[in-house]
């Protein structure tokens, strides 16, 4: 093809492999858009219930559609304070710790809470006290928060690091969320889900002494602003691609 003084030569190869790499960049940009958009949603969904009425929790919520709406929930009962999770590997301003979650003995089944971020130990055995450290939350406390289910993301092998009850060493440390098996070692039955008192994206909401280190946020690891950049790289590579291709394949 003669464009001016220019022609634009490339073989068949060439432009089928062009049309398939600059498809898939494109492709893959506006995927990470279609992330975004989602994870935007949800963060808008989550700001939109923290204003909302709190709703009480109850035996029969359905667990899935109050997650997706990230349902304001209130309920009372009492902090199960021997035995608590730390769900591993949550990162905090750069630093890797856990998230404590406390079971809540509710009258519709155990309710776990999630009390916030703590700091690892020295090492992986040196566990963290994550006690309660007033009276004041050793009886029965009224937890309001928003409703979640975490999801187990890309990890793999067992929930728990033990293997049966027997070997029980309180507080575990927990890879990701089963219910079921989270119920077989609490003994009781747990409610599927995790209710969050406090959002990290939420400086406005009220502490308390049982409370420690915001660090939950509703768009889960990555934000929709990660997302744009990667759709960014993917749209440029595009372009790179697209010139690169112009440049090799045209003469004067």
Do not use: C
């Not at 858009?33 to 709703?55: D, H, P, S």
């Not at 440390?173 to 609490?186: E, G, P």
């Not at 915001?214 to 990555?222: E, G």
């Amino acid at each position: 093809m003669r464009v001016g003084q220019f022609d634009h030569t490339p073989s068949a190869l060439i432009v089928v492999l062009f049309l398939l790499f600059f498809g898939a960049l494109v492709s893959l940009g506006s995927w990470q858009m279609l992330r975004a958009g989602e994870k935007r949603l949800i963060l808008n969904t989550a700001a939109a219930a923290q204003q909302a009425e709190a709703v009480p929790l109850h035996a029969s919520l359905n667990v899935i559609a109050a997650a997706a709406a990230h349902t304001r929930v209130t309920f009372t009962g009492v902090y199960i304070e021997n035995k608590q999770f730390l769900w591993d590997n949550r990162v905090f301003k750069g630093q890797a710790g856990y998230e404590v979650i406390t079971p809540v003995l509710s009258e519709h089944g155990i309710v776990l809470v999630n009390r916030g971020w703590v700091a690892p130990g020295q090492t992986r055995q040196d566990l963290p006290d994550v006690g309660l450290t007033t009276d004041e939350f050793k009886g029965s406390v009224v937890t309001t928060g928003l409703f979640s289910r975490p999801s187990k993301a890309l990890v793999s092998g067992s929930a728990v690091e033990v293997a049966s009850s027997s070997a029980l060493k309180w507080p575990i440390v927990l890879q990701y969320f089963d219910y079921a098996l989270m119920s077989d070692l609490l003994g009781e039955r747990v409610i599927n889900g995790v209710v969050q008192p406090q959002n990290a994206n939420n400086d406005s909401m009220p502490t308390r002494a049982d409370y420690l280190q915001p660090n939950w946020q509703p768009a889960a690891a990555i934000g929709p602003a990660r997302h744009y950049s990667y759709a960014f790289q993917w749209f440029a590579m595009a372009l790179a691609l697209t010139v690169l291709y112009i440049v090799y394949n045209t003469k004067r």
